[in-house]
């Protein structure tokens, strides 16, 4: 079987922090961001989770920020596939979403946590329909002047100071009507036209990863609680996040493997007044990524915070 995505057209509302952010340990958003993302909706795809299990590139090791792109196909009003969608410019809806860390267990199973955090979103709508430059209810891109159904964000979580090893697996959740660690069920929202914004909030989908390097073309991490919905059709389980074998691929390019888009950001934390010495202080910086005048700086930093 072949996993179904959506084709996530969009650009893309960077998050730029007021603190710098450390070096990129790993990356598998684009650069420049292409107008066109594969993605996974959940309450489309019956999906509770996924995530991947990565390799971090480098030395730093403690986490700053990690970055999901998601791609958003939600209206205020009308809807992406009824050709009627209007949204007013830059407007959001709060969405929380989850990413949690866990560590490699044998034969790549899922294991310890090591970390996780849950963060409010502030999420675009996607732009109104342009019924004059596009068909199909797609959104008009003066940029590149192409019409595309989503619009990219990138939600970037905070990890400050978090210590992982070389390899971990990520999980990316969020709840829909039906599907999440807990699915919101029937609300209002679910009656209007449009829907209620979450059920049209996907995972953006990229290839290869530029910095680092991610599990077998073909693999992922998933949860769902449709068996058909597994690569080996729920014979290693059902409704748990789990590796997910051989069928992350694209039907048309067997060789090219739906990898979610994410980056981590870490640095080296000083983690004594030792590590400082004998030149590593020029290798270590503070959690938010500047770097140390001097070893002294740095033994200060290590003895204080400061």
């Known amino acids: 079987m072949y996993k179904l995505v959506s084709l996530a057209f969009a650009t893309v509302l960077l998050v730029v922090s007021g603190f710098a952010q450390g070096q990129i340990v790993f990356n598998s958003i684009p650069s420049p961001m292409p107008a066109n993302l ?14 991947d299990r990565i390799v971090l590139s480098g030395t730093a090791r403690n986490l700053v920020t990690v970055t999901q792109t998601m791609s958003s196909w939600g209206c205020q ?16 809806f709060a969405q929380p979403l989850t990413l949690t860390l866990f560590t490699v267990g ?3 199973s899922v294991g310890t946590q090591i970390a996780t955090t849950t963060q409010t979103f ?7 329909a342009d019924p004059v430059n596009c068909t199909g209810g797609r959104w008009f891109n003066t940029a590149d002047g192409e019409c595309y159904n989503g619009f990219a964000y990138n939600a970037t979580f905070n990890f400050p100071g978090v210590l992982v090893p070389n ?29 209620c914004p979450y059920d049209s909030l996907n995972v953006a989908l990229e290839g290869n990863p530029t910095v680092g390097s991610m ?31 051989g069928c992350w691929t694209d039907p048309e390019d067997p060789t090219f493997s ?27 910086m503070r959690l938010y990524g500047s770097a140390f005048k001097n070893q002294g700086d740095c033994v200060s930093y290590a003895n204080n915070g400061k």
């Open 167 to 195: 390899q971990v697996i990520y999980r990316i959740s969020y709840n829909t009507s039906n599907y999440g660690t807990a699915p919101y069920g029937t609300q209002p929202c679910a009656s209007t036209p449009q829907g």
């Open 258 to 284: 739906y990898k979610l888009s994410v980056r981590f950001n870490a640095v080296n934390i000083p983690s004594n007044a030792n590590s400082c010495k004998n030149d590593g202080w020029q290798t270590r």
């Open 77 to 92: 009003s009308g809807a992406w596939y009824s050709g009627n969608c209007v949204s007013a410019p830059g407007a959001t």
């Open 106 to 108: 044998a034969g790549g």
């Open 38 to 51: 594969g993605s996974l909706g959940f309450q489309a795809t019956q999906t509770n989770a996924v995530g």
């Open 122 to 128: 502030n999420i675009p709508y996607r732009p109104s």
């Open 215 to 245: 599990s077998p073309i073909g693999d992922a991490y998933y949860n769902s609680p449709v068996a058909a919905n597994y690569c080996d059709g729920g014979a290693g389980g059902v409704g748990v996040f789990r590796l997910d074998s």
